[in-house]
């Protein structure tokens, strides 16, 4: 994790030099001049606001399941999970497993309850995602005129992530489908798994994985209540993300129409997922920089304001994460530890079921 940590921040000061570059020194100093604090204050007050609403967008999946957690314990996992997702280059998906160990460490839960509603949430999450992205074009349309090319990625965007909801869905609520989509991969890519397994042993273990996890989840997607309850929590999450945004703008002296804010914040969460550097490092900063610079602001405001909101965004939440996950008492931990959970936990359930045939 230490490693992790120095090449991290050995990238974000690789980054700031590289926006630092581009910048007039003079304008530099005249915008950083005419900062805010009272503005910047209120931002980190939405940033707060904007964890809770992902903190509760899970905790309404947790309180459907019957899993029992202080909110304190829960804001400390949340934090944690987001720290880990920020350090990990893996379409912020490390952060998920991290939260159910950490909730399975915290409750006693089984691994497979715990990332049942893990998972839950991240589909709640996508869904309002796809909305968010259908509202940023339909302003873009109508309301506040974007570059062509940022119109076209967002389109694909919105139609991409849509197809994965949907695919998502259905694989899990129709089990016959999910199965064939599964073993299709495997006859695909059969080569491959033979050189490390026998391909029957693999078939079968899926099948039996498959079906388990899928009868946890689908207790969850078939919920409407649950999905209005996660649905408002996202969108709480989205307001505090625009009023963020939008106060680091006002912190700098520059007043943008709200409307742009979400196709920039849109269109960076989107580049956020590509798995090649740990939390998006320098692919969201240029991809703001660039949306910025395109709404006609000169790019010494565009390159202060990245650096101002990704600190709140990114590093405030990447060290309150670490220290929450110190205090949780883990003081390291690895994806496999979730493997091994859920080895142990079918380990203790085969035991069982031979006492009980005896």
Not at 175 to 186: P, Q, R
Not at 197 to 223: G, M, P, Q, T
Request: with cysteine; hydrophobic share 50%; net charge positive.
């Amino acid at each position: 994790m230490k490693k992790v940590l120095f090449t991290t921040i050995a990238l974000g000061l690789g980054v700031l030099f590289f926006i630092y570059l581009f910048m007039d020194r003079g304008e530099l100093i005249q915008v950083l001049r005419t900062v805010e604090p009272r503005f910047l204050a209120i931002a980190l007050i939405f940033q707060v606001v904007a964890v809770i609403g992902v903190m509760y967008r899970w905790k309404f999946v947790l309180d459907d399941a019957h899993i029992d957690i202080s909110g304190w314990k829960l804001l400390q996992i949340t934090l944690a999970g987001i720290s880990i997702a920020n350090l990990t280059p893996s379409a912020r998906t490390g952060g998920e497993a991290a939260k159910s160990y950490f909730l399975n460490k915290e409750t006693g839960c089984k691994t497979k309850e715990s990332l049942a509603t893990v998972i839950a949430e991240r589909i709640f999450d996508l869904g309002f995602f796809v909305l968010m992205g259908l509202l940023g074009i339909l302003i873009a349309l109508f309301v506040f005129e974007l570059p062509l090319w940022i119109l076209i990625i967002m389109i694909f965007l919105v139609i991409f992530t849509s197809f994965m909801v949907l695919l998502i869905y259905y694989t899990i609520t129709s089990e016959t489908l999910g199965l064939k989509i599964v073993m299709w991969l495997i006859n695909k890519f059969q080569r491959i798994i033979k050189r490390f397994k026998a391909l029957e042993d693999v078939e079968e273990k899926l099948e039996k994985d498959f079906k388990e996890h899928s009868e946890n989840l689908r207790v969850y997607i078939k919920k409407p209540k649950l999905w209005a309850k996660s649905m408002s929590a996202s969108g709480l999450m989205w307001v505090a993300d625009i009023g963020r945004v939008y106060f680091v703008f006002l912190a700098i002296g520059i007043e943008v129409n709200p409307a742009l804010l979400i196709s920039l914040i849109f269109v960076s969460r989107a580049a956020g997922m590509i798995p090649i550097l740990p939390g998006g490092l320098g692919i969201i900063e240029g991809t703001r920089m660039v949306m910025i610079s395109s709404a006609g602001i000169a790019k010494e405001g565009a390159g202060v304001h990245t650096v101002i909101d990704r600190f709140f965004q990114f590093w405030v939440l990447t060290a309150l994460g670490l220290i929450s996950a110190y205090y949780l008492g883990i003081k390291s931990y690895k994806e496999s530890d979730v493997k091994k959970q859920l080895e142990d936990e079918e380990e203790e359930q085969g035991n069982k079921d031979k006492n009980q045939e005896k």
